[in-house]
């Protein structure tokens, strides 16, 4: 029997400058700039839009700055935006990672225990922090959110299932191994 290939889209959303558009820049073409541009995904005035933006989605990650306690709060609003608007065909809320970036700034405005006690209250799948800036936990980011992700989305595939193997918690990216992962 042959191998079967699947395509997820896995969003990237959260307030204005926490560092969405970094952090493709920085995983996609290794490089980091401070002078970007806004762009439509993160502006609250396109809001009206994130239906079409969520469209057809298996998978989110919501990122916030840890400097800025606002961009923290208002990832419950995200999402909640996101469960509104979007399922799976089961009805269950879609797979959602909390990002928590700008980690090498201080002081931080929040506790990694608030942020812990949110992601669980909140339906996250799990959360981490990056620095897009000092390119800390990027890759990883990258490579294994995704892993994580999709190891739910394929077992939500094959069996139907929908219980998250995690419940919020942090999740280490230096002690997941990915032997045999490969992504794009």
């Known amino acids: 029997m042959g191998s079967r290939d699947y395509l997820f889209k896995v969003l990237v959303v959260g307030d204005a ?15 980091f700039s401070r002078h970007y541009k806004s762009t439509v995904g993160g502006q609250e005035r396109f809001t009206s839009m994130t239906r079409l933006y ?11 700055d840890v400097t ?27 797979p959602c990672l909390l990002l928590a970036n700008k980690s090498d700034l201080s002081p931080w405005a929040m506790t990694r225990d608030q942020i812990d006690r949110f992601s669980k209250e909140n339906g996250f799948t799990g959360w981490t ?3 897009v800036k000092e390119n800390k936990n990027v890759n990883e980011a990258m490579s294994l959110f995704p892993r994580v992700l999709i190891e739910q989305m394929m077992a939500n595939t094959r069996e139907g299932n929908t219980s998250l193997s995690t419940q919020g918690d942090y999740i280490n ?9 490969s992504c794009c």
Do not use: H
């Open 17 to 31: 400058a926490v560092g969405k558009t970094s952090l493709v820049q920085r995983y996609c073409q290794d490089s």
């Open 54 to 64: 969520y469209r057809d989605a298996s998978a989110c990650v919501i990122m916030f």
């Open 68 to 94: 800025n306690a606002t961009t923290f709060s208002n990832c419950q609003k995200w999402k909640q935006d996101l469960d509104c608007k979007l399922t799976l065909p089961s009805g269950e809320p879609v």
């Open 129 to 131: 922090e990056t620095s």
């Open 173 to 181: 990216l230096q002690t997941l191994s990915s032997p045999g992962w």
